[in-house]
């Protein structure tokens, strides 16, 4: 099964909670509180989408987060990248020089076309897409 590890799915639900105070500063705290996942998971994912340069943060009593950009100019893709690196479903699809069979690989063009078409399928889908499909709903009590 293709699928985006929990952290991934997390991290997309502090962005579609922050999308949906797009002009305010939140606090970690805040972010938790509405997603009801765990303050130090957060913290951790905040930290790692400020490294992406997807959230902005705020330092003092009046800190705290923010999308660094308009939610319909982040997409999908980025967030993904962001805590998973790049995107692609095998090794080779990241690019060469990572399996050594690549050179008499029968499959490994159609790996790479398929990488590409799930690339762009994310980079498609911005997180003001996700926001109002999805309508920011909480998790579930006790899923973390």
């Known amino acids: ?9 997390y991290a997309a639900a502090v962005m579609t909670c922050l999308a949906s105070h ?20 957060v913290s951790k994912l905040l930290k790692s989408l400020g490294h992406a340069m997807l ?13 660094a ?8 893709a980025e967030i ?3 805590l ?9 699809g990241i690019g060469a020089g990572q399996c050594g069979l690549e050179a008499t690989c029968a499959v490994r063009g159609s790996w790479q076309q398929i990488s590409a078409i799930l690339d762009d399928a994310l980079r498609a889908v911005s997180l003001a897409d996700m926001s109002r499909r999805i309508g920011h709903r909480r998790p579930a009590a006790g899923v973390r």
């Open 69 to 76: 950009r308009s939610a319909r100019d982040i997409s999908l």
């Open 80 to 82: 993904v990248v962001a």
């Open 84 to 92: 998973e690196g790049p995107i692609a479903v095998t090794e080779c």
């Open 22 to 41: 797009e002009d305010e500063v939140l606090s970690a705290v805040q972010i938790a509180e509405e997603t009801r996942l765990e303050l130090p998971t």
């Open 1 to 9: 099964m293709l699928r985006v590890n929990r952290l991934t799915d």
């Open 55 to 67: 959230v902005e943060s705020f330092r003092g009593v009046n800190g705290g987060y923010r999308l």
